[in-house]
């Protein structure tokens, strides 16, 4: 067993669980601004939660040796998730 | 089953994508409630559910080269976080109804409850996927290691989403 | 029990003139239930858009004079006749429906009957009930205003929020596309079948809040599911589409000849 916990895999983990502890300090420590709101704070924020998925993504569900088309697909997702969700909420202000 | 990954995805996206706009438009509202929530806690679902998604990123490892015993090992750890998950969440819930809200038709807690309980839907459905799994690795002679990555795939799907409402929900100002 | 109407009762020998039909086309009664479903969904169309205005829905806040204005439409009174006439036909295609998962293997033989059920029980708060609601609103304008308020509430609470008794439904569908081992439907169905599930359970807060994306007119908890559901439907009925044409005759003349000779 413990074979198989020396791979790559946990090493994403170990990533993952890094990451989400400095995002959660991120979200603990920013001082909410003008009418509570913290744009580089949620930049940030929402930056590593895309990064965590992409890395969900890549290697727990081995996009990363998928066909294109779905390479694409996860990306573009990502993608038009980061842009959309900031883009509404900064012009929605 | 990448289909409707790919197709609850693009759902989920159209929840988060009117959670950021009301979000958006009533910043101190939503703020207020947010301070209500424990970041605390969601940070230790995430992690939880981080480790139930490596577990069962192993086992499907493990039913690659048929190392049966061993994925059983790592399905049975994966579906172990996945109950804790639920019942953390079932806590936290309890918790807040307890505590009441600020409001009765507050926004945030209307999307709060929501989302992540449309999430703790996926995570129940996830549980009965990775019972199957279970059942097909303890039962069938030469358990298929594509239905591994198929319930596998769903599970890191689960695992994602949450990713993703935890940012918004808990993190986000 | 005879799967064919041409089967005739156990132990009377078919007619020459059933005989010819059969061979001409045997699937006759499946497809008049299957072209009851277009036929009927544009009557839906007609009666809850045009006639009724209930899709999409007004606002739950709308002042009370509008509300007034709205439920005392004469177009809403003639829809929701209609309504009360038509609303049956929905039965033919949950029946044709049925008929075509009885012939899944694999699958729990409750699961039809569960479906065809879920279905009737779902439908009674989806479209009888309000359409009764609005109608009582429509043809005694002498209620108070107080009185067509609450009509109108419970028509569009009852409208919108029992999307969640579809839930069953839709679950016991999904179970059946995924078990059946002769893939009568094809797998992706199983799958939009949950996406209906998940965005009908959105459907849920319209109880609580009457503005924003959780009301019964709201982007979340109304379009989003509605949109899925038409989705759902053409392919549903795309799907129903091949599963008849593909049944073997010989299943139907099978059962036919084990139970009518």
Same mark, same amino acid.
């Given at each position: 067993?413990?074979?198989?916990?020396?791979?790559?895999?946990?090493?994403?983990?170990?990533? $993952?669980?890094?990451?989400?502890?400095?995002?959660?300090? $991120?979200?603990?420590?920013?001082?909410?601004?003008?009418?509570?709101?913290?744009?580089? $704070?949620?930049?940030?924020?929402?930056?590593? &939660?895309?990064?965590?998925?992409?890395?969900?993504?890549?290697?727990?569900?081995?996009?990363?040796?998928?066909?294109?088309?779905?390479?694409?697909?996860?990306?573009?997702?990502?993608?038009?998730?980061?842009?959309? $969700?900031? &883009?509404?909420?900064?012009?929605?202000? | 089953?990448?289909?409707?990954?790919?197709?609850?995805?693009?759902?989920?996206?159209?929840?988060?994508?009117?959670?950021?706009?009301?979000?958006?438009?009533?910043?101190?509202?939503?703020?207020?409630?947010?301070?209500?929530?424990?970041?605390?806690?969601?940070?230790?679902?995430?992690?939880?559910?981080?480790?139930?998604?490596?577990?069962?990123?192993?086992?499907?490892?493990?039913?690659?080269?048929?190392?049966?015993?061993?994925?059983?090992?790592?399905?049975?750890?994966?579906?172990?976080?996945?109950?804790?998950?639920?019942?953390?969440?079932?806590?936290?819930?309890?918790?807040?109804?307890?505590?009441?809200?600020?409001?009765?038709?507050?926004?945030?807690?209307?999307?709060?409850?929501?989302?992540?309980?449309?999430?703790?839907?996926?995570?129940?459905?996830?549980?009965?996927?990775?019972?199957?799994?279970?059942?097909?690795?303890?039962?069938?002679?030469?358990?298929?290691?594509?239905?591994?990555?198929?319930?596998?795939?769903?599970?890191?799907?689960?695992?994602?989403?949450?990713?993703?409402?935890?940012?918004?929900?808990?993190?986000?100002? | 029990?005879?799967?064919?109407?041409?089967?005739?009762?156990?132990?009377?020998?078919?007619?020459?003139?059933?005989?010819?039909?059969?061979?001409?086309?045997?699937?006759?009664?499946?497809?008049?239930?299957?072209?009851? +479903?277009?036929?009927?969904?544009?009557? =839906?169309?007609?009666?809850?858009?045009?006639?009724?205005?209930?899709?999409?829905?007004?606002?739950?806040?709308?002042?009370?004079?509008?509300?007034?204005?709205?439920?005392?439409?004469?177009?809403?009174?003639?829809?929701?006749?209609?309504?009360?006439?038509?609303?049956?036909?929905?039965?033919?295609?949950?029946?044709?429906?049925?008929?075509?998962?009885?012939? /899944?293997?694999? %699958?729990?033989?409750?699961?039809?009957?569960?479906?065809?059920?879920?279905?009737?029980?779902?439908?009674?708060?989806?479209?009888?009930?309000?359409?009764?609601? =609005?109608?009582?609103?429509?043809?005694?304008?002498?209620?108070?205003?107080?009185?067509?308020? /609450?009509?109108?509430?419970?028509?569009?609470?009852?409208?919108?929020?029992?999307?969640?008794?579809?839930?069953?439904?839709?679950?016991?569908?999904?179970?059946? %596309?995924?078990?059946?081992?002769?893939?009568?439907?094809?797998?992706?169905?199983?799958?939009?079948? %949950?996406?209906?599930?998940?965005?009908?359970?959105?459907?849920?807060? %319209?109880?609580?809040?009457?503005?924003?994306? =959780?009301?019964?007119?709201?982007?979340?908890?109304?379009?989003?599911?509605?949109?899925?559901?038409?989705?759902?439907?053409?392919? /549903?009925?795309?799907?129903?589409?091949?599963?008849?044409?593909?049944?073997?005759?010989?299943?139907? +003349?099978?059962?036919?000849?084990?139970?009518?000779?």
């Amino acid at each position: 067993m413990t074979a198989y916990l020396r791979g790559r895999l946990t090493l994403v983990w170990m990533l $993952l669980v890094l990451v989400t502890f400095v995002s959660w300090w $991120l979200g603990a420590r920013g001082e909410s601004g003008r009418l509570g709101v913290n744009l580089p $704070l949620t930049a940030g924020v929402v930056a590593i &939660a895309l990064v965590k998925t992409r890395l969900v993504f890549w290697h727990f569900m081995e996009v990363r040796t998928a066909p294109s088309w779905l390479r694409w697909n996860c990306d573009g997702w990502l993608a038009f998730l980061a842009l959309m $969700l900031f &883009a509404l909420y900064r012009y929605s202000l | 089953m990448w289909f409707f990954v790919i197709g609850d995805l693009w759902i989920f996206a159209c929840y988060f994508a009117c959670y950021m706009r009301d979000r958006a438009r009533n910043p101190e509202l939503f703020q207020q409630g947010q301070e209500l929530l424990s970041q605390g806690i969601g940070a230790l679902n995430t992690v939880i559910l981080l480790t139930s998604s490596l577990f069962v990123a192993l086992c499907v490892q493990a039913t690659r080269a048929k190392d049966i015993a061993v994925a059983s090992r790592f399905l049975a750890l994966g579906s172990a976080c996945g109950a804790a998950f639920m019942l953390i969440k079932a806590g936290e819930w309890y918790l807040k109804i307890h505590a009441g809200f600020p409001e009765s038709t507050d926004p945030f807690f209307i999307y709060y409850f929501m989302l992540t309980g449309l999430h703790m839907v996926h995570v129940a459905l996830g549980l009965v996927i990775l019972a199957l799994l279970w059942r097909e690795l303890r039962g069938a002679k030469e358990p298929r290691a594509q239905f591994a990555e198929t319930c596998a795939t769903y599970w890191h799907m689960v695992d994602s989403l949450w990713i993703a409402i935890f940012a918004l929900v808990y993190l986000v100002r | 029990m005879s799967e064919s109407v041409w089967a005739g009762r156990a132990g009377t020998p078919r007619s020459a003139g059933a005989e010819a039909r059969l061979a001409r086309n045997p699937k006759l009664d499946q497809w008049i239930c299957y072209w009851s +479903i277009p036929f009927f969904y544009t009557l =839906f169309g007609l009666i809850f858009v045009l006639f009724g205005r209930i899709m999409p829905p007004p606002s739950p806040t709308a002042s009370i004079e509008d509300v007034l204005e709205y439920m005392q439409a004469p177009k809403l009174g003639v829809g929701m006749a209609l309504l009360s006439l038509t609303l049956g036909l929905a039965s033919l295609s949950s029946g044709v429906i049925v008929v075509q998962m009885k012939r /899944m293997e694999g %699958i729990s033989p409750v699961l039809p009957y569960a479906y065809l059920t879920a279905l009737a029980v779902a439908g009674v708060p989806g479209c009888l009930f309000p359409g009764f609601v =609005f109608a009582l609103g429509n043809f005694r304008p002498e209620y108070s205003a107080q009185i067509q308020q /609450m009509l109108y509430d419970l028509g569009f609470l009852s409208f919108v929020g029992s999307l969640g008794c579809f839930v069953i439904q839709y679950l016991v569908f999904a179970i059946a %596309i995924f078990l059946d081992r002769r893939m009568i439907f094809p797998k992706w169905l199983g799958y939009l079948t %949950i996406w209906a599930l998940v965005t009908e359970l959105v459907a849920i807060p %319209i109880w609580i809040t009457r503005t924003g994306p =959780f009301a019964w007119d709201g982007l979340l908890s109304f379009y989003l599911g509605t949109v899925l559901f038409v989705g759902w439907e053409f392919c /549903m009925c795309v799907c129903l589409y091949r599963a008849i044409k593909n049944q073997p005759v010989e299943e139907l +003349i099978g059962r036919a000849a084990a139970h009518g000779e």
